[in-house]
């Protein structure tokens, strides 16, 4: 992995990935299943049965995993593009 | 290799730079403190802490007190039963959070930070037991350079046994705030908690012990959105802690006795206690740093030390950036006044709108089916369903009546309807009126719903009554 600033270490920028999407998936929780009933949307979808907080629980961590990507992929697209076409060469 | 001594200093170094989550870092043993600024703080951690775990257990009306109940998807505030419909609450709540920051970082720096934050509340509490099992930071230092051996073993052990045990208790706490908490505890003692209580409880317990026991600065450093952006909240007129350079440089040491003007010196007698004593391991002499979070560890320290020597206090002190050159400092600024106001008109309109706050909601939705209905009489129809929602934690009767057009009549076949506490019932009705009494395609009408025990509990919801244009 040669992604984003070398002089940055590994493990911060594992972090950075982390951390972030940590409190947003928080506040998306918030919002998104003060709206919609997460017991609800998780039948919806075919889900076994499962108690509220469950549901709560793992849509938290999905929220985590999905916003976890956007920040990964964050990374990856900070990535010089001319390291890119050098390493092709 | 043949160089031993230099060889063996190499490997005490290494021992001393702690293979951290970030980089290696040199372990810092932030050396104990007396002073106003730590007696004010750990009245601070008192207090928070005293409320985070005493607010779960206290009750109101017969329930707790402060409950956000997830599982029935509604929130105990004192008496008020909050419900997602009321989210308006939760968002204003956050706003006037953010903006209080705004306020009081202009205002006064990093008060937050070092006073009440709860990584700093937390870390706080973690130290005092390391201190307590440890000893002071010489002991602590010397321990970790000690191989390992069974006393080295035993008092690492214990103060991990120890902080694991209060974490514990903290994510115990932390779940108390969504399930009650009484319950939650007589399960604990018989050990039938739920998966999801039980996943939270350790996760919550996870961070606690990590957060406060192991990152510690590095949290504030590395992880802390609020410690990047807060300088934009700064000015010149903002307090912060600053070292007096003109007063205490050129730094050294001398003897008490020593008159430091006459050898050309300051009055820092560089005895490094303000590095010693700081939690992110600056150096204050520095200037101003974005790692400094305001604890006044430094403050203290120095004016000790200052004491000492007679010499007179603050030559680390809360100042100002313009108080600091000589300059006049303006409290009252507009960055402040508009934080204020701003602030002010938020809480204000909280406080009106939850006081004035009806437990109940209505909405009307429209047949969409038919715009109206004309009946074998020649009356106008047109339908509705009334949805009420029963916001508060009794069960209530209402009534529901219709206004707005003249002759309007309501077809109402359920009547007087009861709606149990947090439950939303829909109510099929009709509006019928005589198309000589409407002169227009669309007309307000509006439905009135009563509790029947509680004429406060009523609520107003217009709606349009669609018919034909006779005139």
């Not at chain 1, 549901?55 to 916003?67: C, E, L, P, R, S």
């Not at chain 2, 001594?5 to 970030?22: F, K, T």
């Not at chain 2, 008496?79 to 970082?105: R, V």
């Not at chain 2, 007679?310 to 009252?332: D, F, I, N």
Request: proline share 5%; with cysteine; charged share 20%.
């Amino acid at each position: 992995m040669e992604n984003g600033d070398p002089t940055i270490p590994l493990i911060q920028r594992v972090v950075a990935v982390l951390w972030p999407s940590f409190l947003t998936a928080g506040l998306a929780t918030i919002i998104v299943f003060t709206i919609y009933d997460p017991q609800i949307v998780f039948s919806c979808v075919g889900g076994p049965e499962i108690n509220r907080l469950g549901a709560y629980t793992i849509g938290f961590f999905f929220f985590w995993a999905i916003n976890a990507l956007a920040c990964a992929m964050s990374m990856y697209f900070c990535k010089p593009c001319s390291r890119v076409s050098g390493s092709v060469s | 290799m043949n160089d031993q001594p230099a060889n063996q200093a190499n490997e005490g170094q290494d021992d001393a730079v702690e293979r951290s989550l970030y980089a290696k870092r040199e372990k810092i043993y932030a050396r104990e403190v007396h002073g106003i600024y730590a007696r004010l703080r750990v009245l601070a951690v008192l207090v928070l802490l005293g409320a985070y775990y005493g607010v779960p257990w206290l009750t109101w009306d017969g329930r707790q007190a402060v409950l956000l109940d997830l599982p029935n998807r509604q929130f105990q505030l004192f008496g008020i039963t909050f419900w997602p419909q009321d989210f308006f609450y939760l968002a204003a709540l956050l706003i006037i959070a953010a903006l209080s920051l705004f306020f009081f970082t202009a205002l006064a720096g990093r008060l937050w930070c070092g006073y009440a934050c709860p990584q700093t509340v937390w870390t706080e509490v973690f130290m005092w037991i390391e201190r307590k099992i440890e000893g002071d930071r010489p002991k602590q230092m010397k321990l970790d350079k000690m191989p390992l051996s069974a006393r080295k073993f035993a008092i690492k052990g214990g103060k991990h046994a120890a902080w694991i045990l209060f974490s514990l208790y903290t994510g115990f706490t932390f779940v108390g705030y969504f399930t009650p908490i009484h319950d939650l505890a007589a399960r604990v003692v018989t050990l039938e908690l739920g998966p999801w209580e039980t996943f939270w409880i350790l996760f919550y317990s996870f961070a606690t012990y990590g957060n406060a026991g192991w990152m510690r600065e590095q949290v504030c450093i590395y992880m802390c959105p609020y410690a990047r952006f807060q300088s934009a909240m700064f000015d010149k007129d903002t307090l912060i802690i600053s070292y007096d350079d003109d007063r205490g440089e050129p730094r050294g040491g001398r003897k008490r006795s020593v008159n430091p003007a006459e050898v050309g010196l300051g009055d820092c007698i560089d005895c490094s206690l303000c590095v010693q004593v700081c939690p992110t391991g600056i150096d204050i002499r520095d200037g101003l740093q974005f790692e400094c979070i305001g604890c006044a560890a430094c403050v203290d320290v120095c004016d000790e030390v200052m004491d000492k020597m007679g010499y007179p206090k603050g030559l680390v002190r809360y100042t100002t950036e313009h108080s600091v050159h000589a300059e006049k400092t303006h409290v009252l600024r507009p960055r402040v006044f508009v934080y204020a106001t701003l602030l002010s008109v938020l809480v204000g309109a909280l406080v009106v709108s939850i006081a004035g706050r009806v437990p109940l909601e209505v909405d009307v939705i429209r047949d969409r089916l038919a715009l109206y209905k004309e009946t074998n009489e020649g009356l106008i129809e047109n339908t509705y369903n009334v949805k009420v929602v029963n916001k508060d934690q009794i069960p209530h009767r209402y009534r529901l009546s219709a206004s707005g057009l003249e002759g309007l009549e309501l077809i109402n076949t359920m009547g007087e309807f009861a709606v149990e506490s947090g439950r939303v019932l829909e109510v099929p009705v009709r509006l019928r009126i005589d198309p000589v009494n409407i002169d227009r395609a669309s007309s307000k009408v509006a439905f009135e719903v009563v509790a029947l025990d509680n004429p406060d509990i009523v609520h107003v919801e217009p709606a349009r009554f669609l018919g034909p244009v006779l005139r």
